[in-house]
Each structure stands twice: as structure tokens, then as C-alpha cells.
């Protein structure tokens, strides 16, 4: 009843055949070998509404499988859309793989991917259209910065971890055998930046990483690098390790139960651990750490290293005003809780409340325990500080107290304004010499000319190069001030009450009630309080 044309056409002959209707076609060729063609509806409903002379009437074609390959915008995904055959021949593996060459792909294509989408050929109806993943770009991974790891443990870490007794509670004041190594022992070893994997689009188009970070390895004072391997630090002298920015030191140690009257004075080149109290009036001064296990009561404590106090640093007002006791780190410094005390330091942390104390914190001061601090900082002065920290500031009675953050910006605008002068008297010299080239280049003897205009140019190259470095100096002073007002924050997680004069750089803000957890920031040049979500 039907024939194949050879361009693929199913033909019926309508004269010999005489078909009554469009259905009785439909119903034949779907009982026929033609039955998974492409029907041609569209003629077969023609040929009844408008009988013509043809003796042959296209009713069906056949059509083999077809895939069209997509690549994403981003180039990261290729995928394919597959149409099954209609009585046409399937599509083979390597007639599907060349469609992808011509679509582009290059990397990421996965042959499991592309014989998975073509299974469907024998699983789907004829004419279905399938998709699928054929090809995946990969991102890139970036290096990971090299990693100090620890062979040791420092005073610091043991500090973290008091003894237990036999009953199962804690000794605050025992944190067994002290922290020390001896000469040769392996300080630290450095893990090394790692170089990333490239990633790549599925055209083929190499996506760069990012290098890890390689930061030297630094041998403090009593360490040295290995002469047999370059990533680790090994101890030259016996002594406590003491953490340093990428690296370590070994201090020489001194340790005394308690500093008095009798003991004098202490001053030493390394560090300094006094197992139980600083009695009033005596000092210590250290090159390097500083701890102590009791208290400080009206001492004076120096260290470049870092100064942590067990329990607490208790002073009082003297007649002059100043305070009896004088807590004074180029490190950071911890304690538990301080009154009528001097801090000045790098990073202050303070675990439970500080009390008519006169601090300086270069860069944080934190009231409170590190997760969620809830310390109360009330009476005294922040003399400077980048970032504050704290539970409750201020008291219920609004007394007054006076806080400083960004202060050290004066001190950076005062260098700017001279930087500034220096500037304008360097472009003066610069305007000086531009007149003086152009008298000599009116001068009639070509040899004093010469000479004349070769000094003038090595003088002019000398404040060519002065007015570079101003620009460059000024310009670090200006990003400086910069993250020094933008970074400023005053943090309150429970209370900040009234009375409390906070200044940020030359802005005031003058508490008159009590607020709830805010942080008081500088914004577009006014000091203004977010309260805290949550």
C-alpha cells in the first residue's frame, strides 16, 4: 500500500488505494513497516478537503536521530539535545562525538555522558526529544597559603591548660612543667603554598589560579632555619618557644615565685614567669614575654613581647592622679580584670571588667570573653583605640567616662599637612629650576651651557624623586586614615548607659540615656549608633 521514495517520502497511491479517509491513512501506516515515520498530517488532511490529480500523495517521511550541542554562555557546560530517529537510522557514537568538534568542545566531555544521552535512542518513542550533559568546564582552585605547624608547645598554649587535680577540678595557678626545648630541637615545620589547579571551559580556554601565599619562614632570636631543609626551624639555644609572625623565637627564661621587696627589681633579656603575685611598687621589665600567675597589685610591668596577668591588675589613684599601676606591652595583653590600672598595648583582652582604668589599645580592646564578650568597662578613659569590644559600658548611675577611638588619625593628619608643605616647597624648587634651564638655554657659550644645564638636570632628578616619594607618603597616609575611621567600632552586646563621651577622630557623641546592644560607628563624618538586630 506504501513505498519509500528515495528521498525518504512514504507515498501512498490514492488511485489504485482510494483511501476513504485521513483516519483509515493514519490507522494503516501505524499498522504498517512505516509505522515510526514522521506522518504528514498536514498534507493528508489537505488531500480530502481538496481532491487533486496526483497519483501519489506524500502521508509520511523518514527522518534519522539528530543531536544539537549548546554551550553555556560561561562557556562551562555543554549539553545536548537529542531528537530519536523517525524511521531513519540512529545516531552512532562517533557521529555524535563529531558534533561536539564542530560545536567547540574541547575539554571536560565525558564519553559515559554521551552514551548515556544516546541509550535513549532505544528507550524512547520515535520523535522524542532527550537532554543531557555531554561536556563540564572546571573552575579554577586556588593555592592554599602556606601553614606554619607547631612542634612545640609555647608558654601560651600551656597557659590555656591548668592541671587537674586529683578530685577532678582545676588548679589555676599549676599548669605542670613549664614550656621549654633544648638546643636542636624542631620548632616548626612549614607547610608549603601550593601552586592551585587550573580550571578550564569546555571550549578549551585555560581559567588561571591564584598561587597560594608563600609567606618566608622567619627564625626569631635563638632559632635558625635547618641547613638540611629549608621548611623547618630548629632551636639553638635552651629556652622557652615563644610564637612570632611566621616563625618562632626561643626566649632564655627567668621564673621567681613572687617579686617583693626582697627579691628587687627584675630585668632581664628574655622572658620573665612569676609563679605568684607582683607585690606594690616593684617593677619587671622584659625583652620578651611576661607572665604571671597571681596578681599585680600597684607594680609596674614592661615587655616588647606580650604580658598575661592570671588573675588581675589592682591599682589605685595616686596624689598626682596618676595610677599606682602600670601594665605597659609592644604585644598584646591579657589579664582577668583590671582597676585603677595604666594598659597600653597592642591588643587588649580583658576576660571579666575593667574599672577606672586608663587604657591604649593600638588596634582592639576587648571586654569579655572571646565568643560573645559580655565584660563592663565603666569609669577611667580609653586614651586610643582601633575597635572596643564589650558587654556593658558605662554604669546605671551615668557617671562619667570618656572614651577615644581613632585617635592616633591627629597624628596622622598633623603628618599629612607637613607632608603637604614639603610637598609645595619641593614643587617650588621644581618651578625655580624650570626658570633657571630656561636662562641657561639663552646663554652664548655652548660649553658653560652645558655645564651649567647638567647640574641644574641632576638637581632637578633629585626633587623629581623627592616630590615621588611625598606623593607615595601621602598617599599611604591617606588609605591609612582611611581603615583607621572606616574599621573604628564601639561594639556593645548588652548596655552602653548614659554618661559616656565617645569620641571618634575629631567627632563627639555624648550619651544621655541608656542604649541596647549597638555598635557606634563614624558615618559620612557623624558618629551615629546602630542598634543590633540580633
Known sequence: MFKLAHNGNVLLDVIEHSPP???FIIEALEKSTFCECRIDHDAINAFFKEPNSERSLVVASKHDATLIVTISDDKMLATGELTTAQGGKVLALD????QLIKAGVARGYKQAFLEQLLQQQFELPAGTTAKGI??????PEDGKSSKLLPQVQTLKERLKTPKLREDGTVDMRDFGKLASVEPGALLVRQQPATPGKEG??????VLPAKAGESNPLVAGDGSEISKTNPLELISTIAGVPVEIQNGMRVDDIFTIADVTVKSGHINFD???IVTHNIEPGMKVTAKGDITVMGTVESGELTAQGDITIKQGAIGHQQDDKTLSCKIISNGNIHLSHAQYSYLAGNNIFIERQASHCAM?????LQIGQADNPQGKLFGGEILDAGMIIAGEIGNESGAKMLINMAASGQAITAETDECLKELAKTDSQLDTLQATIEKADLLKDAEKKKL???KIGATQTHYCQQAEQLEKRLSNLEQHLYGLLNNANLAVNKTLHSGVEIHIFDKVLKTN???PPCNVKLQEGKIEIEFKTS
Open 270 to 272: 628574655g622572658s620573665v
Open 95 to 98: 557521529q555524535a562525538k563529531q
Open 513 to 515: 540615656r541608656s542604649y
Open 200 to 205: 578550564f571551559t569546555v571550549k578549551g580556554d
Open 21 to 23: 479517509s485521513a483516519a
Open 360 to 364: 591604649k589599645a593600638t588596634q582592639l
Open 452 to 454: 651649567l644645564l647638567a
Open 134 to 139: 555531554l561536556a563540564k568546564g572546571r573552575l
